[in-house]
């Protein structure tokens, strides 16, 4: 019995250190794995082009509203008010854009991962997030926009 013993302690303890290098084999494969997909994650984040066009909204009280087109027009309006300003933009390089609006107001907006800085020309700042990719107009009054 003793060298039966001897003999299956012998047999583990050749067995074990293959056992363990097997298992570390593993663990190293699987960080490395994780790292690959975290890169090509950060890579297919960073190639995608971020729209312009959609709707975007501010959080103040009276919230005011942008929506952009596909073809370069604009809308600015508020629940209250109604439209304040409408006209078109045009890229100026990057995620920046410049706004010329009909009534002679003009601004620039930097475009950012989850909505848009709005700059006017009374040099305020405004940011507003975006609530949906497809141009929408909120409220109950009907926008008279020949551009929609």
Same mark, same amino acid.
């Given at each position: 019995?003793?060298?039966?013993?001897?003999?299956?302690?012998?047999?583990?303890?050749?067995?074990?250190?293959?056992?363990?290098? /097997?298992?570390?084999?593993?663990?190293?494969?699987?960080?490395?794995?994780?790292?690959?997909?975290?890169?090509?994650?950060?890579?297919?984040? /960073?190639?995608?082009?971020?729209?312009? /066009?959609?709707?975007?909204?501010?959080?103040?009280?009276?919230?005011?509203?942008?929506?952009?087109?596909?073809?370069?027009?604009?809308?600015?309006?508020?629940?209250?008010?109604?439209?304040?300003?409408?006209?078109?933009?045009? /890229?100026?390089?990057?995620?920046?854009?410049?706004?010329?609006?009909?009534?002679?107001?003009?601004?620039?907006?930097?475009?950012?991962?989850?909505?848009?800085?709005?700059?006017?020309?009374?040099?305020?700042?405004?940011?507003?997030?975006?609530?949906?990719?497809?141009?929408?107009?909120?409220?109950?009054?009907?926008?008279?926009?020949?551009?929609?």
């Amino acid at each position: 019995m003793k060298k039966r013993m001897a003999a299956i302690k012998q047999v583990l303890m050749k067995e074990v250190p293959v056992c363990r290098l /097997a298992f570390w084999g593993l663990v190293v494969a699987f960080c490395v794995s994780c790292c690959i997909n975290l890169v090509q994650l950060d890579r297919w984040n /960073a190639s995608r082009e971020l729209s312009l /066009a959609g709707s975007y909204s501010t959080n103040a009280y009276w919230r005011s509203y942008i929506v952009f087109d596909k073809n370069g027009n604009y809308c600015k309006y508020n629940q209250q008010d109604g439209l304040l300003e409408e006209g078109t933009y045009e /890229a100026s390089g990057g995620n920046q854009y410049h706004l010329e609006g009909n009534a002679g107001e003009s601004g620039d907006i930097l475009l950012v991962k989850d909505g848009v800085y709005y700059t006017s020309e009374d040099g305020s700042l405004t940011y507003a997030s975006k609530f949906s990719d497809i141009p929408t107009f909120v409220g109950n009054w009907t926008l008279e926009w020949e551009g929609w």
